[in-house]
């Protein structure tokens, strides 16, 4: 079997192949590189739960939420120390997160030693800490009586007993806020201090907008149409007579003027 001979343009020509093929593998690589990294870029950060959810990552349906984002990561939603104050304070309305408006009306149960006199505060704090609301949630019920320690229906008791607040306040720019139900402390005393803290959200009540002026018949003989006073010189022209009975309106173009009628055409017709 003969085999063709190797020659020096035969060895040129295979390395120049081999190191076109090389260039074009190392292409490849950079452009696969450059796309994996603008992929990553593309994909907005994510570093909460609110942000996790709209991004429309799966959420696990436990208590609290969690959100689990494309890079394992896990976001718990935010409830305040709800869990940790069970056992003596728990919140029916609202509920952790919710909408609220004013009046906001707080209702759920407490320990009996939560009250002092059968109430205790409640305030409502925007996001930077400042109270925008105060209110006093008071016992549903009538007090224990004397030897009815234990027992439920009255706040002298150490059983849960019903509340209810009422707080009015103006919705803060800011969209968050927390509602805070302390326990009535009259001693003053911070081993004694303790709260329930709820993160709840504002509901903007949108701007309503400017309300238009009246139409008005203004000028000297009446003869100017506008939402404004306009003063006019008082020469009299025959056509002015016309407006008296014209209707002077807001017209299509939101603009004031006189309504184009088959009567007020008639009456101006002549003049011109």
């Known amino acids: 079997m003969n085999e063709t001979p190797v020659t020096e343009r035969t ?7 081999g190191l076109k093929q090389i260039g074009i593998g190392a292409a490849v690589l950079i452009i696969a590189a450059f796309a994996y990294d603008w992929g990553k870029e593309s ?7 609110a942000e996790c959810a709209a991004a429309g990552f799966p959420i696990m349906e ?7 984002s494309t890079d394992g990561r896990i976001f718990r939603e935010d409830i305040g120390n709800e869990l940790e104050k069970d056992n003596l304070i728990r919140i029916s309305e609202p ?9 906001l009306n707080v209702t759920g149960m407490a320990r009996g030693n939560w009250f002092f006199e059968a109430s205790f505060p409640v305030k409502l704090l925007d996001s930077s800490g400042s109270e925008v609301g105060r209110g006093i949630a008071t016992a549903k019920g009538e007090p224990a009586r004397p030897g009815d320690a234990g027992r439920s229906g009255g706040w002298m008791t150490t059983e849960f007993v019903p509340f209810e607040a009422t707080l009015k306040f103006v919705a803060p720019a800011a969209g968050t806020g927390i509602l805070v139900l302390e326990r009535d402390n009259p001693s003053g005393l911070p081993e004694h201090a303790d709260e329930l803290r709820i993160p709840v959200r504002f509901e903007t009540a949108a701007v309503p907008p ?3 002026k009246a139409c008005r018949k203004s000028g000297c003989s009446g003869q100017i149409c506008s939402d404004e006073d306009v003063i006019t010189t008082c020469e009299y022209r025959e056509e002015y007579a016309c407006y008296k009975g014209a209707r002077c ?10 309504t184009d009628t088959v009567e007020l055409r008639a009456c101006l017709e002549p003049a011109k």
Do not use: D, L
């Open 95 to 103: 509920r952790p997160n919710a909408m609220i408006t004013s009046p």
């Open 249 to 258: 309106e807001r017209q299509a173009n939101g603009v004031c003027g006189w």
């Open 62 to 68: 436990s208590y609290p939420r969690q959100c689990r």
């Open 43 to 49: 994909v907005s950060p994510v570093e909460s739960f």
């Open 210 to 212: 400017p309300t238009a």
């Open 11 to 17: 060895v040129s020509e295979r390395r120049k192949k």
